[in-house]
């Protein structure tokens, strides 16, 4: 199970920090993605994601902005959010998969977060 913390609402410019945590029975090495979907519904984008081992990958629209990181000793993931700019509003999630190198698509995330949302006024 993993629950969100962290969401609100902020002015652009501001930074938000999303945590995740992962509860009950967790692989002994996973993955983690977080994805974000804008308001009126669509696909859910990849924003960022973290492998077992540390490495972390961005979409370009956030690359600079955004850092993804992990505690594993507390199966906590974090999402750090800076600049963050009107564009960003969208319910935000964490999702995890049973393999050390994180996947790309929705589909390759079988345990997902409730989500969060993150609204940057202008």
């Known amino acids: 199970q993993l629950a969100e913390s962290g969401g609100g609402l902020v002015q652009a410019g501001g930074s938000l920090t999303l945590s995740c945590q992962a509860t009950g029975r967790t692989s002994t090495s996973y993955s983690v993605g977080w994805f974000r979907q804008a308001p009126g519904g669509g696909e859910r984008e990849l924003v960022g994601t973290i492998s077992w081992t540390g490495v972390t990958n961005y979409r370009d629209s956030v690359k600079g902005r955004f850092t993804v990181s992990r505690d594993r000793a507390k199966n906590t993931m974090y999402l750090q959010m800076n600049s963050l700019r009107p564009a960003d509003t969208a319910v935000y999630y964490c999702?995890?998969?049973?393999?050390?190198?994180?996947?790309?698509?929705?589909?390759?995330?079988?345990?997902w977060g409730q989500g969060t949302q993150v609204t940057v006024s202008s």
């Open positions: 999702a995890t998969r049973d393999y050390g190198v994180p996947g790309q698509y929705v589909y390759e995330y079988p345990y």
